[in-house]
């Protein structure tokens, strides 16, 4: 099937959707074998509800009593940055503990 890019088939939302669900349930597994395997007291959290994920994580932060933040970045340019905004820009400026954020690998 062919679209104009705008209209993309229910289906295949779905099944992109589920692909990426599925990568994100793998890293947290891993993430959470690599912090067991360290002994390190964590606990993970992933909320769907939230549109904007900078107040999410710092209400959960200080719900949760948390004494620290730890959190990627996608690492983009100041440029897109500026125009997007930047979730790890939110939560260190907003949160009331230590935040810690952690490049991507290259």
């Known amino acids: 099937m062919i679209t104009d890019g705008l209209n993309i088939p229910v289906e295949e939302w779905k099944n992109v959707i589920q692909e990426q669900l599925s990568k994100v349930q793998k890293l947290e597994q891993d993430y959470e074998a690599d912090l067991l395997s360290k002994r ?56 009331s503990v230590p935040v810690i954020i952690c490049p991507l690998k290259k």
């Open 40 to 95: 390190a007291s964590y606990k993970m959290c992933c909320s769907e509800q939230d549109k904007n994920p900078g107040q999410a994580i710092i209400r959960l932060a200080e719900a949760e009593h948390v004494d620290m933040i730890v959190m990627g970045t996608r690492g983009l340019d100041a440029l897109r940055r500026t125009l997007l905004g930047s979730v790890s820009d939110y939560v260190v400026r907003h949160s």
